[in-house]
């Protein structure tokens, strides 16, 4: 299984990353995440969410998921893109893509992921308001 | 023996620093570290049940006894998306 990861503080370009797809002969599935930061938290309104993370363990962290994920669901390739610092309303947070010869395990892999990546990658937010 | 010991997120504001040395005696675990700094920054004291400890980049129990020059994270539940 291919892997990519990135963790960074620039903009998620999704139209390069869109375009820098690979596909093989065998993929018959592409699904395609991007989460969006909200514009209110708990009911309030906000502008930005800071992230912030341990990055060497959330790489070590990402690594073990992608390990377990190759395990669970023949995936052939994932891309997982997570920005940090201060992200405002309506701008992407995170980009994932599952590439798989089926449908059913590339939305079972692409969901698991980021169930898990929310359960033990060492990110954390910090809404701020206007 | 010497452990360093990193906060992240809001753990940072209840200690009021992003790192501290502590001191544990030999065979001493997790869980006896976290009761030390307890001590020291009792603010933390609260989120015990709560807190996520990892040393250097893997998540280990409180069971887990520390080594000389062991670099200890603790952190509240993480929130990446």
Do not use: N
């Not at chain 1, 390069?16 to 592409?30: D, N, Q």
Request: one cysteine or more; glycine letters at 8%.
């Amino acid at each position: 299984m291919k892997r990519q990861l990135t963790i960074t503080k620039k903009a998620i370009d999704e139209a390069s990353l869109l375009a820098g797809r690979a596909v093989s002969g065998g993929a018959g599935a592409v699904v395609y995440f991007t989460g969006v930061v909200r514009g209110t938290e708990k009911g309030a309104a906000i502008e930005a969410i800071e992230y912030e993370a341990f990055e060497k363990m959330a790489e070590r962290q990402f690594g073990l998921l992608f390990d377990e994920m190759e395990k669970r669901w023949p995936v052939e390739s994932v891309r997982l893109v997570h920005r940090v610092g201060v992200i405002k309303v309506s701008e992407a947070s995170l980009w994932v893509e599952v590439v798989a010869a089926h449908r059913a395990e590339a939305f079972a892999a692409c969901q698991w992921l980021i169930d898990e990546m929310k359960r033990v990658v060492p990110i954390w937010k910090k809404p701020l308001a206007g | 023996m010497k452990v360093t010991v990193t906060f992240y997120s809001y753990f940072k504001d209840l200690t009021g620093c992003g790192q501290a040395e502590e001191s544990v005696p030999e065979g001493g675990t997790l869980d006896d570290l976290f009761q030390r700094l307890a001590a020291r920054f009792p603010k933390l004291a609260a989120m015990e049940k709560s807190t996520l400890m990892a040393v250097d980049v893997d998540y280990q129990p409180r069971s887990y006894v520390l080594k000389d020059g062991d670099e200890v994270s603790l952190f509240p539940p993480v929130q990446g998306g």
